[in-house]
């Protein structure tokens, strides 16, 4: 078909696009027509920022970049052994308290590494180590982790589906775990990576002999923080 031809029976509409990192808000909210909403979060290292999402009618679509990404702190700063998902479960649970219960989420370009319990005690989950003391959520709490509870965790999550924009496929720990491929942009050393990398085994653990839960071999378990890791257990 001649160019001519084309531009005669075609419409061609241009639309951005982004692969779950930075610019994937814009990108979608772009496509479908959605509002912007800025909301007061955490950073990585727990300074308070404004972040932004899209929400359309039940719909909304995040960035962790927004609230946990890598750019939002010096890299003099990067350790994510120090670094949380919390501020990124604040931008959920903003979400929620809005009416969303669908989520497209871009996880590209975090700064964590803490297999999501900082998004999750954000979310109402709490992560206790041995002595009983309430965890914060970071990279180095992953091995402390002794119990966890979900009684006060926001009821409206069961009502929610959460749809992933991934470019990888990594298993959650070893050699090709998280830790070890992504941590180092992190600014880990080699021994916060083989402490990132035990802690993500024991709480694999802890999840498996609670939710008997099938997490190393899952394909596609999420880049970066792993963060949904969690959630892909913690909902069913």
């Known amino acids: 078909m001649t160019k001519e031809a084309l531009e005669y029976f075609c419409d061609v509409i241009v639309k951005p696009v982004a692969d779950g990192g930075e610019g994937s808000v814009e990108a979608m909210a772009d496509a479908l027509d959605a509002k912007f909403i800025d909301t007061i979060v955490k950073n990585p290292l727990g300074t308070e920022i404004l972040a932004r999402y899209a929400l359309k009618d039940d719909l909304a679509i995040l960035e962790m970049s927004s609230a946990s990404g890598l750019t939002l702190i010096n890299s003099n700063e990067r350790n994510p052994m120090k670094t949380s998902t919390f501020g990124f479960g604040q931008m959920i649970k903003d979400a929620i308290s809005k009416g969303a219960r669908k989520f497209i989420v871009g996880i590209g370009g975090s700064a964590t590494n803490d297999a999501g319990i900082g998004m999750l005690s954000a979310l109402g989950f709490k992560f206790y180590d041995k002595n009983g003391s309430l965890l914060e959520g970071k990279g180095e709490d992953l091995a402390q982790i002794y119990e966890f509870s979900d ?86």
């Not at 749809?163 to 880990?188: E, F, H, R, S």
């Not at 990132?196 to 190393?216: I, M, P, Q, S, T």
């Open 151 to 236: 009684e006060e965790a926001i009821k409206e999550l069961k009502e929610c589906e959460f749809l992933i924009a991934c470019d990888v496929d990594n298993p959650l720990y070893g050699q090709k775990g998280a830790a070890y491929v992504y941590a180092p942009q992190k600014g880990a050393n080699g021994r916060m990576v083989k402490q990132l990398d035990d802690g993500l085994k024991h709480f694999v653990g802890l999840v498996k002999e609670r939710w008997r839960a099938n997490l190393l071999c899952s394909p596609n378990l999420y880049q970066t923080s792993r963060s949904f890791l969690s959630l892909q257990e913690v909902l069913v």
